[in-house]
């Protein structure tokens, strides 16, 4: 029903930057809050940002001041600017979408299949 896919990840050294998307696609009402969480080898899946359809922003601590998401509610996209990256950073990065499938209340939360980033020299 919905699909979300991201797009964006890759290799790069400390201190660099890297601009994750992630487009959602399919039949639905509407998309409510969007997000980013990630997952290193060996440890749980983790909060990045979130971001409310009136562009509310909430942040992990660890990213505050060198990550940045928005939003086009148009395209039904969610966007991850990633600046001044450490090897911490280094994680398989997820997109969640919490959609509503039609005009009833009842949400739904999607998930893509996630983008690799990897921040090392």
């Known amino acids: 029903q919905v699909q979300l896919v991201e797009s964006g990840g890759g290799l790069v050294q400390p201190g660099g930057s890297l601009r994750l998307s992630c487009a959602a696609s399919?039949?639905?009402?509407?998309?409510?809050?969007m997000g980013w969480y990630r997952q290193a080898p060996g440890q749980q899946r983790e909060l990045v940002a979130t971001?409310?359809?009136?562009?509310?922003?909430n942040y992990a601590d660890s990213v505050k001041g060198r990550f940045t998401v928005s939003r086009d509610n148009a395209k039904n996209t969610v966007y991850l600017q990633m600046n001044s990256l450490k090897p911490e950073d280094t994680a398989v990065y997820f997109c969640?979408?919490?959609?509503?499938?039609?005009?009833?209340?009842?949400?739904?939360?999607?998930w893509g299949q996630g983008t690799q980033v990897t921040v090392s020299s």
């Open positions: 971001i409310t359809r009136d562009r509310s922003t």
């Open positions: 969640s979408a919490n959609v509503r499938l039609s005009p009833s209340p009842t949400r739904t939360d999607y």
């Open positions: 399919g039949r639905f009402f509407m998309i409510n809050a």
